[in-house]
């Protein structure tokens, strides 16, 4: 299992955004040399976890939650032809482009080292927003086609990370699963439950210490309202 690449972007005023600043930072590109990961702060202030990556829309990305964002080469190589276009590094606004290792099966609070020193820990997988739409230009049948089709894909929605131990990463670092918790909640299950199967939100509250703010009150808002 490996760190293909860390990819970080700087943002860019576009016209498909809903970021009030109507910029983003989601046209990452592979960084050379070591780059620095920690934790940014609370979700709703902090920003990104990557040293040189701009996170413009503070409601639905960044934060100590939503550090980092992880997706498989793998995956890409599914979309690639699946679209019958190239991905490169980054393209789905990832920050971590691994190889070999299961991001998307992947358990809400599982840990991976990589390299040396840096600890992440698992919280969610990613919600597909008209920002990620417009920045692949992929519109299919209708306004809200990539959206729809990318949640609904088997390949999976990436990985959010939190940062448990800070340090530098870099292109061709190990990744290694340190810990995984005793519950079956993966990333793929928890996705699914957010977003097409929301009867399925109360087995995801098992993995309630781990998971990210937004999926969490998503879990507990259905349970207050539906129950159990």
């Known amino acids: 299992m490996t760190l293909l690449s860390v990819n970080a972007g700087r943002a860019k005023s576009v016209g498909y955004t809903d970021a009030a600043s109507g910029k983003t930072g989601i046209d990452k590109r592979p960084v050379d040399g070591p780059v620095r990961i920690e934790s940014p702060g609370p979700d709703g202030v902090g920003a990104s976890g990557v040293a040189g990556d701009d996170v413009c829309d503070l409601r639905f990305h960044g934060g100590a939650d939503r550090a980092v964002y992880a997706f498989a080469r793998e995956d890409l190589d599914r979309w690639e032809r ?23 099966g992947a358990l809400i609070g599982e840990r991976w080292r990589i390299g040396e020193d840096v600890v992440l820990e ?65 990333v793929s299950f928890l996705h699914r439950a957010a977003t097409t199967e929301r009867a399925l939100l109360p087995e995801t509250l098992v993995a309630a210490e781990w998971m990210e703010s937004g999926l969490l009150a998503l879990a507990r808002n259905h349970v207050d309202k539906h129950g159990a």
């Open 122 to 186: 698992v919280t969610g997988g990613r919600i597909p927003c008209r920002t990620f739409q417009g920045h692949l230009e992929e519109r299919g049948v209708d306004a809200k086609g990539w959206v729809k089709r990318f949640t609904r894909a088997q390949a999976g929605p990436g990985a959010l990370l939190r940062v448990i131990t800070p340090g530098e990463v870099r292109a061709g670092d190990p990744v290694t699963v340190v810990h995984r918790p005793d519950h079956g909640i993966t």
């Open 82 to 104: 699946e679209l019958g276009r190239e991905l490169a590094n980054g393209s789905f606004g990832e920050n971590l482009t691994t190889s070999g290792l299961d991001v998307n």
